[in-house]
Nanobody, 128 residues
């Protein structure tokens, strides 16, 4: 079983930066390759894809709304995936979730329904 724990959220002024971390336990990235994704969800709305990295680690993808501002990366030695968020905007305010899947090898999965494991979520707030 895989457990995911997010950290690094908080309140930041518009234009600022945050780095979210998602650490996996129960399995290691080295011997149990997982595609990892960051999603966000507002109350009453569906979970929205933000960024993902493939199981192979060779592919990344981003939502159009965050391209050029957010960067996803992974550190297999630390079993952790990161989301570096720069030039934050009020519309980035949301609850952010980390997810893990084992659907495809070299392609980023953007459909939240294909993710098997989720973290508890972490709040990011960017006041207007």
């Amino acid at each position: 079983q895989v457990q995911l724990v997010e950290s690094g959220g908080g309140l930041v002024q518009a234009g600022g930066s945050l780095r979210l971390s998602c650490t996996a336990s129960g399995r290691t990235f080295s011997n149990y390759a997982m595609g990892m994704g960051w999603f966000r969800q507002a109350p009453g709305k569906e979970r929205e894809f933000v960024a993902g990295i493939s199981r192979s680690g060779g592919s990344t993808d981003y939502a159009d709304s965050v391209k050029g501002r957010f960067t996803i990366s992974r550190d297999n030695a630390k079993n952790t995936v990161y989301l570096q968020m720069n030039t934050l905007k009020p519309e980035d305010t949301d609850l952010y979730y980390c997810g893990a899947e084992r659907t495809l090898w070299a392609v980023v999965v953007a459909n939240s329904r294909q993710y098997d494991h989720w973290g508890q979520g972490i709040q990011v707030t960017v006041p207007p």
